[in-house]
């Protein structure tokens, strides 16, 4: 079955960086577009950003814009965040699926980013 295991966050001061990782499996990845999601506490999960199943088209949301990177190695079936000069409005759970409209029903438990100092 369709699975994600996220990876890499944790708790980073303001200006810091951390790179996310997302692995699935269960689906054909190479052939996939995918998305990296985020979920604060108390507010509706927001697409953050989107990468074409070839790598060679991006997009994010503007309040990341010039600070993430979306990137992906389908022989590793691994999605990448880079996500530098953070914020504490970024912190969040992070997940990753499908865009939005073509998403699995199915998530992974998430990887929790904290931007505080």
């Known amino acids: 079955q369709v699975q994600f295991v996220e990876s890499g966050g944790g708790l980073v001061q303001p200006g810091g960086s951390l790179r996310l990782s997302c692995v699935g499996s269960g689906f054909t990845f190479r052939v996939n577009s995918m998305s990296w999601y985020r979920q604060a506490p108390g507010k509706e999960r927001e697409l953050v950003a989107s990468?074409?199943?070839?790598?060679?088209?991006?997009d994010y949301i503007a309040s990341v814009k010039g600070r993430f990177t979306i990137s992906r190695d389908n022989a590793k079936r691994t999605l990448y965040l880079q996500m530098n000069s953070l914020k504490p409005e970024d912190t969040a759970v992070y997940y990753c699926n499908r865009p939005r409209g073509a998403a699995f029903a199915t998530w992974g438990q998430g990887t929790q980013v904290t931007v505080s100092s």
């Open positions: 990468i074409a199943f070839d790598g060679k088209g991006t």
